[in-house]
């Protein structure tokens, strides 16, 4: 117990030294929140995660007050997502804390519902989705209404950007990465799960809510958000990836049936080791990066529209896939991170990984995954 207490103290040192730098040292906080314990705490995690994303801490407010506390004009009752938006966050009382008051809570979800229609409102080709509020109230519970502004604001057109379209072809693209991913480490577990014709629904509020609507312990929450913030968009799928294989003999040892597979991976259990899940989604990616994977999916994707559209030719389905999937990284800067991200999350994974060599069982090559 002493020496976990002082691996925490010497990790809030090392992140406030990297804080405390002229300019902050972005590339020691990206590997700070990788590695093991993550930011460590919340009043931490309130100054790095902007800095992880590249913005100022605060939303400057408007000129008549605080730009979360003014009152609810035409802008945020008027627009179209506020409805759904309010019975969402009034359905979400799961995800605040037991113990909080009832009055600190309702003070809470109303400026959740500001949060969210003052971020749609500024950015108004986004469109709202289920899951989003789950994203939303993570950050404004452990950060505040001001930070949790700014970074979401960040966050929902750049990593948040393919849910928050129109409909979820994005999304289905990046969800497509999944099996790829499995079968390089363990091909028995991919032919089973497809033999079973399992698909990947089992895992959309994983991906959508970056787990925030699943886990029941916050705790395991912030520290997941922790290693997104630091890695590329595709790292929530990654780490999906890794719990399928973490639940590999389960899975092996279950029915190939679509139901009972689906009812069996869909629960996640409350006792996984969430430390060393986060070492294996940073080895996944090492091993085989999106761009190893990028034909993969892009015949993955391909096999599921011709199947739908039989007059298709696979010749041109596969290009259509092929421009949409390029479009994913390089369409234009709001998505910028799709393309620096992958070699800072490459860098601070590689650190990572050199200093956990000992914990030879989270290793993932291709030349031991037969």
């Not at 790095?48 to 000129?63: M, N, Q, S």
Request: charged share 20%; aromatic share 8%; hydrophobic share 40%.
């Amino acid at each position: 117990m002493e020496d976990a207490d002082q691996g925490y103290q010497k990790k809030v040192i090392q992140i406030k030294r990297a804080l405390n730098r002229n300019l902050p040292d972005v590339n020691s906080l990206r590997l700070l929140a990788v590695s093991k314990h993550g930011l460590v705490n919340d009043k931490l995690r309130e100054k790095v995660w902007p800095r992880l994303l590249g913005v100022k801490g605060k939303a400057k407010p408007k000129a008549a007050g605080n730009i979360l506390t003014q009152h609810k004009d035409e802008d945020v009752t008027k627009h179209k997502y506020y409805n759904q938006v309010v019975l969402d966050v009034n359905r979400s009382l799961k995800r605040f804390p037991p113990d909080m008051d009832d009055c600190q809570r309702m003070v809470l979800q109303d400026q959740l519902v500001d949060l969210i229609i003052e971020v749609l409102n500024k950015h108004d080709h986004l469109h709202y989705y289920q899951g989003y509020h789950d994203i939303c109230v993570t950050f404004l519970l452990v950060v505040g209404k001001d930070v949790a502004l700014t970074i979401i604001n960040q966050l929902s057109v750049s990593h948040l950007s393919h849910f928050m379209e129109r409909t979820m072809e994005r999304t289905s693209e990046m969800l497509d990465y999944l099996y790829p991913i499995i079968g390089q480490a363990k091909p028995n577990l991919r032919l089973h799960m497809e033999k079973a014709e399992l698909g990947t629904i089992f895992c959309l509020s994983w991906l959508i809510t970056w787990f925030g609507h699943v886990l029941s312990d916050f705790r395991h929450v912030v520290r997941l958000y922790d290693f997104f913030l630091a890695c590329h968009p595709l790292m929530p799928v990654y780490m999906a990836a890794a719990i399928v294989l973490h639940r590999c003999d389960e899975v092996m040892a279950c029915e190939c049936d679509m139901a009972t597979l689906h009812c069996l991976l869909s629960n996640i259990p409350a006792n996984l080791p969430y430390e060393r899940l986060i070492a294996m989604a940073s080895s996944l990616y090492v091993h085989f990066p999106p761009d190893l994977l990028q034909n993969q999916t892009t015949h993955n994707t391909s096999l599921a529209k011709s199947c739908k559209n039989k007059d298709t030719s696979k010749k041109e389905s596969n290009e259509k896939v092929q421009e949409k999937l390029t479009a994913v990284k390089h369409s234009n800067n709001k998505f910028l991170v799709w393309i620096l991200v992958p070699a800072l999350t490459a860098i601070a994974i590689a650190l990572y990984l050199s200093m956990m060599k000992s914990m030879t069982s989270i290793s993932i090559s291709p030349a031991s995954t037969s």
